[in-house]
């Protein structure tokens, strides 16, 4: 079985201060990343994802994440966020075995911008 | 916790038949569904937004006369892949936001493997 926890539910930071929305992931088999963001009455959108490679991942609006195979993490950072990024950001893995794909969310993490 | 059921987990169907995915929320009413499908390596492609009593608006490329939504319910949506070819063959996944939710809680399917031989 696989898991995905996203330890903080909520996430209030100031403007133009750094972020960091934390993925904890579990798997019997090698695990494809992604992060995802939603914006109110939207769908899902990709910020940026790892397949392979290089373990630090740039992705879309600032957004970076590093893959820690020991520590089964996919933390997701931005150095300075702004008001826009407010949103809910969600963390998936999808892994294929027995010919079969499975996709597994984490519950969301809420990111509010104070001004 | 709230939780959305999606049925077939997994199926087969033959070129040119049709195939209906069931989205349910079974212990919440969903005034929005997002149906999303993905290719292997891929991400997740948004197809459609379906919000119960209205049409379903789909995203840029996604034929709606293909892929049929139908938000019966305030806990059913339904997804119908017509006349199925190949390349049809994918995994979607819904997800549905609670009526009376906060904010923007949202819960997802398990996903549905779709195989058109």
């Known amino acids: 079985a696989q898991s995905v926890t996203q330890l903080d539910s909520q996430v209030p930071v100031f403007e133009e201060a750094p972020v960091e929305l934390r993925c904890n992931y579990s798997s019997s088999v090698s695990v494809y990343l992604f992060w995802y963001v939603q914006y109110p009455n939207q769908g899902l959108q990709l910020l940026l994802k790892y397949l392979s490679g290089s373990t630090l991942v740039k992705g879309i609006n600032g957004f970076e994440a590093e893959f820690n195979k020991s520590q089964t993490s996919f933390h997701l950072r931005k150095p300075s966020v702004h008001i826009s990024d407010t949103a809910e950001y969600f963390c998936?893995?999808?892994?294929?075995?027995?010919?079969?794909?499975?996709?597994?969310f984490g519950t969301g993490t809420k990111l509010q911008v104070i001004p | 916790g709230a939780v959305v059921s999606q049925h077939p987990s997994r199926v087969i169907c033959k070129s040119g038949t049709s195939v209906k995915i069931e989205c349910r929320s079974l212990?919440?009413?969903?005034?929005?569904m997002f149906w999303y499908r993905q290719f292997p390596k891929q991400s997740l492609m948004l197809m459609a937004t379906s919000n119960e009593g209205s049409k379903a608006t789909y995203e840029q490329g996604v034929e709606k006369d293909k892929f049929l939504i139908n938000h019966a319910s305030l806990t059913l949506s339904t997804l119908t892949v017509t006349s199925a070819h190949p390349e049809d063959s994918s995994f979607y996944i819904c997800?549905?936001?609670?009526?009376?939710?906060?904010?923007?809680?949202?819960?997802f399917g398990e996903g549905s493997w779709l195989t058109v031989v």
């Open positions: 998936a893995v999808t892994t294929y075995s027995g010919g079969y794909q499975k996709v597994t």
């Open positions: 997800s549905a936001r609670p009526r009376r939710a906060s904010g923007n809680t949202i819960y």
């Open positions: 212990d919440f009413q969903a005034t929005t």
